[in-house]
């Protein structure tokens, strides 16, 4: 072709010509459509922001009149190199690693696919983010880039949306592997969010802290998720160490104490913060043995639930620490397990007040001392209350004195229990032991010489079935200590006719006839009422009588709860005694019990109620009396 320069005014070009141009143009627009972005050339001059491509990547011109200058080989100083083809068309860049990511010139319209256990999608937001990147240290979520690292002027952010799951662990760092330490990166996820989840795994720690409300933590099982403790003396995992926390729930992996001598959970703090609304589910924590180890330390919790969690394995599997307080604790499920297999000395080792603690429908199982201990400093000012429902118990105490021990307390200041539907198989020692202890224990089949009692015990046996009842029913109430016996559920007669072994119930008239027969019991009621107070200043925020009558002896217990519970002077203040037993004939003084012993109530029939001593400053006060009343 000759070119358009020197043709005349009256030549036109040939078709030669035209076809020579058109097979060019094809060759070129093919040669675009096959690369997408051209290769580079060196007498090619390229603007800011051109695009080309080697066989290293892709690059875009940094400067104006770019000529010659290899991209391959330049610094960065002119060239940026991009992503692949491939990525680009996508819009897709593909790293393998937090650099990679920071390396790359923010671009909103640009996606980042990051590869390996830190995994995830990426976009760039140009808001300011300081504040996130600061917090994120580890960098799980907010990426900042190497031009800004502050996060002024925007960060890469994890695009997680849709993880139903939470927050992965591995984002920051955390090694499932178990050879290096992840203590931090999970508790930067922790800190970082409100759902975490620990993926398959071994992940070593320790001294993980929980200070926040309505954060759940979960893994993928407890064959399969794990927080493995180093082999010493360590804490894995606090709840309210240094702020009380709300709403806690972990769930689905297991705490592994490698024979440590410390505690795989502690919740609450002693003095101060306290864990609520705690809920553990499908958690295990396993094989704290070492001298003084402990599964789970109650130190201050309210309202905490286990359910079908397994504490295995450990020196004490469950433990309530004395100091603080606990309220409303429950460990219960089908699969829920408190034992050690021979290598635990206690299932639950209770040295501080529990006000109540449920173990229902559990396997509690090879513990060495005692499968269940409620110690005396567990009083405290009211007592525990101890619960045990559907359980199992085999194979414990063989180093100790009985399965079940409750012991300590002085008069009104008791622990109290509740034995029902459990089932005791073989065990190595008694399998209960009440000092000083008020309870009962029904549908339980423990029998009498399994049995350690204290005068001061009450117990009542209720449907505690057996071929031959009548017998136990005469060993029972041969225990030392206040012991009642009925509803022998199957049982039969005696050869005495006159001894009943079998009671299902006996009902009183309502209006009792009171009859002159010292042998005769002419009438029996329970029940409660409101009493009417007078003569008692500060506030009363709650108040409650209690009362048993038997034959013409009315026994009494009235609890008053308030702030600043006062009597100026003895005989100033009365209670009101129980309307339906209200004429009083004469009385005798039991006490009234602040939260020491004061003694001294008295009752009168001029106004048939019960006069108080004087007392000062309770924020709880006990009135015991028994008296006599008149039809």
């Known amino acids: 072709m000759r070119g358009w320069g020197i043709v005349g005014v009256n030549e036109n070009p040939t078709k030669q010509d035209f076809n020579g141009l058109a097979f060019t143009l094809g060759q070129l627009l093919a040669y675009l459509h096959q690369m997408g972005v051209p290769e580079w050339n060196a007498s090619q001059e390229y603007h800011i922001g051109s695009v080309a491509t080697t066989a290293n990547g892709v690059y875009r011109s940094l400067i104006a009149n770019n000529i010659g200058i290899d991209p391959d080989t330049d610094d960065g100083t002119n060239w940026e190199k991009g992503a692949t083809q491939k990525a680009v068309n996508e819009r897709v860049i593909r790293v393998g690693s937090v650099a990679e990511i920071k390396a790359i010139t923010p671009d909103s319209n640009y996606q980042v696919s990051l590869s390996g256990l830190r995994a995830g999608i990426f976009k760039f937001d140009s808001s300011d983010l300081s504040a996130e990147v600061a917090s994120d240290s580890l960098e799980g979520i907010y990426i900042a880039p190497s031009s800004d690292p502050t996060g002024t002027s925007g960060a890469w952010v994890r695009q997680w949306e849709g993880n139903i799951e939470g927050a992965s662990v591995t984002w920051y760092g955390a090694d499932p592997t178990g050879l290096t330490d992840s203590s931090a990166a999970v508790q930067a996820a922790i800190d970082g969010n409100f759902q975490v989840y620990l993926p398959p795994g071994n992940y070593l720690v320790s001294g993980l802290e929980i200070n926040k409300n309505n954060i759940s933590i979960k893994g993928a099982g407890i064959k399969r998720s794990f927080l ?27 705490v592994l104490g490698n024979s440590s001598a410390g505690t795989g959970i502690v919740v609450g703090e002693e003095t101060t913060y306290a864990s609520a609304l705690l809920q553990m589910v499908n958690v ?21 639930d286990f359910i079908d969690c397994q504490l295995h394995r450990n020196r004490t599997n469950l433990k309530r620490s004395t100091g603080g307080y606990s309220t409303s604790t429950r460990f219960s499920g089908k699969s829920a397990y408190l034992g050690g297999s021979g290598f635990s000395d206690y299932g639950l080792y209770i040295e501080g007040r529990c006000s109540d603690i449920y173990i229902q429908d559990s396997v509690v199982e090879g513990n060495n001392i005692n499968a269940i201990y409620v110690l005396p400093s567990a009083v405290d000012t009211k007592g525990t209350h101890i619960y045990l429902d559907s359980c199992y118990f085999e194979a414990n105490g063989a180093g100790g004195d009985s399965v079940v021990k409750i012991a300590g307390g002085t008069g009104n200041t008791r622990h109290t229990f509740h034995i029902d539907k459990t089932y005791w198989a073989v065990n190595s020692a008694d ?54 016996v009925v509803d022998f559920t199957g049982a039969s007669l005696s050869d005495d006719l006159n001894q009943i072994n079998y009671l ?39 108040i409650t009588g209690y009362y048993t009558i038997v034959g013409k002896t009315v026994t009494l217990r009235i609890v008053v709860q308030g702030s600043g519970l006062s009597v100026a002077t003895a005989g100033g203040g009365s209670v009101s005694a129980p309307g339906n037993v209200q004429s009083v004939s004469a009385g005798t003084a039991f006490g009234v019990v602040p939260q020491t012993f004061l003694g001294g109530v008295y009752v009168t029939n001029s106004d048939d109620t019960l006069r108080l001593p004087a007392f000062s400053s309770n924020d709880l006060v006990i009135i015991n009396a028994t008296y006599d009343w008149s039809v």
């Open 284 to 304: 295990s924590v396993y094989n704290f043995d070492g001298p003084n180890g402990v599964g789970v330390d109650l130190k201050r919790n309210q309202n905490t």
């Open 431 to 484: 399998q209960l032991n009440i000092d000083n202890a008020i309870g009962s224990v029904s549908r339980s089949g423990i029998i009498p010489s399994d049995i350690t009692t204290s005068a001061t015990a009450t117990i009542h046996f209720s449907m505690n079935r057996y071929p031959n009842a009548g017998n136990y029913e005469a060993a029972y109430r041969a225990l030392p200590g206040n012991i009642s």
């Open 228 to 254: 493995v403790a180093p082999a010493s003396l360590v804490d894995v995992l606090y709840v309210s160490k240094t702020a009380s926390s709300s709403g806690v729930l972990l769930e689905g992996f297991q």
């Open 504 to 542: 299902n119930a006996l009902t009183f008239p309502s209006s009792p006839r009171m009859v002159s027969d010292p042998n005769t019991l002419d009438a029996y009621e329970e029940g409660s009422y409101i009493p009417t107070v007078t003569g008692v200043s500060g506030t009363i925020s709650d």
